[in-house]
């Protein structure tokens, strides 16, 4: 094998394609699939130096595999991280950053809007391990500094958040949970990498689920933690190695695949999300519309800051409670109803009887979460076909 050494001059799209890149002897073009769960050695020898570390030698997958391995090279490539590790799917990410990292006895402080199991790891799961959690509402800084007045391990925070698109200031969080002793984990899946850079922003560990765009296009369960060097081999590693949360080396490929399109496709995917904001927002029958590319989001100078794109993610509100959201969404005819998001086709879903059903209504309440808001991932299709099926789904809603 060889490793095909990336310029550094070379920009982003470049680098998508090919960072990290190994061929074998074959000169393949496309990057070969090792669907291999082991690995021989030449020797005894070679076999006792591989697990002493003198040779450098592939030894299990649940260890390490040449195309996950090569996917990691091309994510950190493309975050600017020093190091990488793919995780089985996004949750395997972000329980792994946070289980690997805290002890008994430690403090997790979160921002309250967080994916639904996110934030059951949070509530649920680090409490039974003895470790305290804290959730504050992400946008309210002075909330960030009285949590973080005391001693605190990690930090968890989602910019934007699910579902209702909040931009929190990653570098404000950054500098006050550095302070508080914590290390910074960013959930970056709705800015996805092409858009957002939590780690120049001060933040220590960025997490993905790269079932969302970088796969985007609906086919397999993927995840990845980027962070130091040092953090990932002696924090990380020893956590995922012998926990088993390996990334099956097909989807590592079909990732790997993915990538080559990853910015077109979000740009696409965004430019179409700015027009749909647009219609969303004068149509009848919407209450309102949260979009960060747009100026009357709430954090618009924030999002401009750090963001390079306002995403493929809107929120809207549609009139009439649940009773309207289930008439707009049963009454469309391109866009898909489904919880996932980031795919190529158009997705929309009702937060409030599905991903965020089991907080219940007075924590929905609080993260403004209505009955009647709808998110809506954008996905490839002709925009314009888009808004005719919105105005379809709108003019379905019932009259008051
Ligand atoms: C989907 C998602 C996850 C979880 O990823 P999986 O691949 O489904 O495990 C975590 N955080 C955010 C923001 C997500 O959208």
């Known amino acids: ?88 799917t996004g949750m395997g990410a972000v329980s792994s950053a946070l289980l690997s990292h805290v002890k008994a006895g430690e403090r997790v402080v979160a921002s309250r809007a967080l994916f639904g199991s996110c934030h059951w790891i949070v509530a649920n ?16 800084l002075d909330a960030w500094a009285q949590a973080l ?67 985007g296009q609906g086919r397999v369960l993927g995840g990845a933690v980027l962070g130091t060097k040092d953090w990932i081999t002696e924090t990380l590693q020893p956590f995922t190695r012998n926990t088993g949360n390996a990334l099956s080396p097909f989807n590592a490929w079909v990732m790997l695949k993915g990538l080559e399109t990853l910015t077109l496709r979000v740009d696409a995917m965004t430019r179409n999300a700015a027009t749909v904001a647009d219609y969303l927002a004068q149509a009848p029958g919407v209450l309102s519309v949260r979009y960060p590319g747009r100026k009357d989001h709430p954090q618009y100078a924030l999002a401009q800051k750090q963001m390079t794109g306002g995403g493929s993610l809107i929120a809207f509100e549609v009139a009439g409670g ?39 209504a007075e924590e929905r309440a609080r993260l403004g979460i209505s009955d009647g808001a709808i998110r809506f991932s954008v996905g490839l299709e002709d925009s314009t076909d888009l808004i005719d099926d919105l105005a379809r789904g709108l003019a379905a809603l019932p009259r008051s």
């Open 149 to 215: 007045s005391k001693p605190t391990s990690a930090v968890l925070l989602e910019s934007p958040s699910n579902p209702m698109l909040d931009v929190l200031d990653i570098r404000a969080i950054s500098d006050l949970a550095h302070k508080a002793g914590a290390i910074v984990v960013v959930d970056n899946v709705f800015a996805s990498p092409v858009y957002q850079k939590p780690l120049e922003l001060g933040a220590d560990v960025v997490v993905y689920s790269c079932t969302k765009h970088i796969d």
């Open 322 to 360: 649940q009773e309207g959201a289930f008439a707009f969404m049963n009454a469309l005819q391109l866009i898909a109803i489904s919880n996932n998001l980031g795919d190529a086709r158009s997705l929309v879903t009702h937060p409030a009887t599905t991903t965020h059903m089991k907080i219940g």
């Open 1 to 88: 094998m060889s490793e095909n050494k990336t310029p550094s001059t070379w920009r982003s799209a470049t680098r998508q394609l090919h960072a990290g890149l190994e061929r074998t002897e074959f000169g393949e073009t496309s990057e070969a699939v090792f669907l291999t769960s082991g690995f021989v050695y030449d020797n005894a020898e070679q076999a006792a130096k591989t697990f002493t570390g003198e040779v450098e030698h592939y030894q299990y997958s649940r260890f390490s595999n040449p195309t996950v391995a090569a996917l990691e090279r091309r994510l950190a490539d493309l975050e600017g991280a020093e190091a990488c590790v793919a995780t089985a």
């Open 125 to 140: 799961l680090l409490p039974r391990y003895g470790v305290e959690t804290v959730f504050v509402d992400g946008s309210d």
